[in-house]
């Protein structure tokens, strides 16, 4: 009966989400839009600028659940600015960027400086060594980019939290192509190159990128997952008007994610796509620096879970020697 008795315990123990990594990998869904705690975080006269709002929604067991993702973007320091309709800041390419004007970020220890050049859709969070150095100044749209200056010791761990933004909270969708709920994509890339200006590291296949909110999914039983791959690629995706038939799957969002401790050797390695896929080839936050982001001899691929569509939260590392 004792036996019996801890065995349940244990059981119940694994199904207090955020309790144990049991409760970390189990996933949960929900059917619907959510609610909008904070319709905007920022407003934005820029061109095309879509209101960035978050909120939360609820499963059938009574968890709650953020949407699209745990940001930390009222908190933290924005990164600086290569191209950003919003703040006016507009470098036409390499040649302008006066790096010696751009503040360096000593959270993560080190004498060493580093330079990173970011473009993501819609919104990352950048991390080095598990200490939060930045974060997007633009969660939704117009596009932008950005550069972060830091110091750190080799080797250290580079991490990023990666959202594509939704409109329709929950359910992973935006206005477009004439509809209503119309799934959007993501996409990030980034190039490291260290105080001499040699690339020490560009974004491609050697990270590791785990998937924690996949939305909008037709139905649950599409989504498949083995051992660390969480893949919804057998899912569909077509536009929709009704949002309360759309499901959603979560996944909590481990505390160390970001650490350089932390294992992520079950974590899938990312999955690259061409510029053309995500489309940036007539966005200039990213042609501007083509020259940093699509460089011949190091050319920096954009990177993601296996499906650009509707994994919506997705964090990605990788350790710099």
Known sequence: MIGLLASLCLFFKGLIPGDTALAQDRVTFTQGPGRADNTALMECQGYRSRPSAIGTVSAEDGSQWTVP?????????????????CSGKRYRGPEDIDLSAIPVRTHAGGEETFTAYVFADNYFEFYVNGKRLAVDPVPFTPFNSNVIRFTASRPFTVAAMLVDWEESLGVGTEQGWGASHHPG????????????????????????????YIAPLQSRNCLKVNGGMRDSRGCSSPDRENAQLLYAAHWRVPENWAAKTFDDSTWPQATTFSNNTVGVDNKRAYTNFSAIFD????DAKFIWSPNLVLDNLVLARRTIR
């Not at 996409?187 to 590291?201: E, R």
């Open 185 to 212: 994509d993501g996409g990030f890339v980034a190039v490291i190159k260290d105080a001499n200006g040699d690339t020490v590291a560009i974004t491609d296949a050697g990270w590791r990128v785990q998937t924690y």
């Open 295 to 298: 460089d011949r001899r190091n």
């Open 69 to 85: 993702g745990p940001v930390h973007f009222s908190t933290a320091l924005f990164a600086d600015d290569l191209y950003n309709d």
